[in-house]
């Protein structure tokens, strides 16, 4: 069974700094795409930053030079530093990640399936 676990969330003030964690575990053959996504009551879930197995980053406009996301392939973990937080940062963070499972025994699918985090609140005072 996959588990994807956030940690890190708190309150901050404005202009403040957080570090989101993420960890993948369970059996699995490997991970494609590590990401943070966040949501805010009422409005849809919304893409922050993802980051691919050769460290390739992608940011929304809107936190790019304050975010950074980074991972760790071998403890299955990706982070993402967060400065320069502003009030409408505001949000429920969730981390996500594109996993390969096993089709039998050591073989790998030939597609992967999206797990998600339970969420963890970011909340930044003005």
């Known amino acids: 069974q996959v588990q994807v676990e956030e940690s890190g969330g708190g309150l901050v003030q404005s202009g403040g700094s957080l570090r989101l964690s993420c960890t993948a575990s369970g059996k699995f053959f490997g991970i494609v795409v590590m990401g943070w996504y966040r949501q805010t009551p009422g409005k849809q879930r919304e893409l922050v930053a993802t980051?691919?197995?050769?460290?390739?980053?992608n940011y929304r406009d809107s936190v790019k030079g304050r975010f950074t996301i980074s991972r760790d392939i071998g403890k299955n973990m990706v982070y993402l530093q967060m400065n320069s937080l502003k009030p409408e940062d505001t949000a429920v963070y969730y981390c996500?990640?594109?996993?390969?499972?096993?089709?039998?025994?050591?073989?790998?699918?030939?597609?992967?399936?999206?797990?998600w985090g339970q969420g963890t609140q970011v909340t930044v005072s003005s």
């Open positions: 980051i691919t197995n050769d460290g390739t980053p």
């Open positions: 996500n990640a594109d996993i390969i499972g096993y089709a039998s025994g050591t073989y790998p699918r030939g597609y992967s399936d999206k797990y």
